[in-house]
């Protein structure tokens, strides 16, 4: 199988408010606001020539940011400079606008050079699990059912010395996570009717009749949500996160149900 190449423009860059950032420089930058307590709003709107125009970053005390990534920023960030000379702003861009604003000394440029994202894909024979669900919402599968999973996973971040991460200590991650799961029986918490101290009681009303069983909580992965194979990739991703180098910035899970079909979900590692 071959896995989607992710691409920078496919993250998405989202700030501890919620906002939606546009690069990963913003996200930086946000980062760094945040880490020294200074508040700020994103797209910032003000007038220039009588023009409106949206500025990346104000702080709490009225100074600008602009991230310069674009000529159409240049543009801007020259306007701003030569109709608003009072306004406080300062930008940051890459070294490649150099030339373009040379006669402007309040711009911060940052060096990319040595940075490189890259991803990593693994797919092993090692990777897989056998696990037992039921899905009370669906009828062909609202009774006690077994199933042998197998795992592909891609890691997305930045590299050194081009190197994402060892693929010894990746495999050693994702089977540690896969093992966590393997021969459990699933379910959805909302099911729990009781337990005690080595036990859990489930019980449900499905297509099939009423089920009423009692479970080893050692054998037992009581999940947020229905046991679906989407949600088994997310409970992976879940578990290997916290294992995972800091460099890592997104991960991808795909889990085959059978053959030739399966999930696959991506998501974003926080940095928080």
Known sequence: MTATPILDSDFRYIDKKGTLLKSRTEL????????????YTYQHEITVNGNTVLVDFRTADGKLIEVID????????????????????????????????????????????????????MEDQSFAFDYAHILPLVEKCSILHGHTSNVFVELVGDMKNNLLIDFGEAKKIIKEAISILDHKFFINRKYLKSEDDSHYRIAFEGPRGMFDMQVPKGTAYLL???????NLSTEIIKILVPRLPKNIEAVGVYIYEGYNKGAHLISQVSKA
Do not use: R
């Not at 947020?224 to 989407?230: L, M």
């Open 70 to 121: 674009s000529d159409s920023d240049i543009a801007k960030y020259k306007e701003i400079k030569k109709f608003l000379p009072d306004t406080k702003i300062i930008a940051i861009g890459h070294p490649k606008f150099a030339a373009k604003l040379k006669e402007l000394d309040d711009i911060v440029f940052y060096d990319t050079k040595d940075a490189q994202s890259g991803s990593i894909f």
């Open 224 to 230: 947020e949500g229905e046991a679906t194979v989407e």
């Open 28 to 39: 930086s930058i946000s980062q760094m606001l945040g880490f020294v307590g200074i508040d």
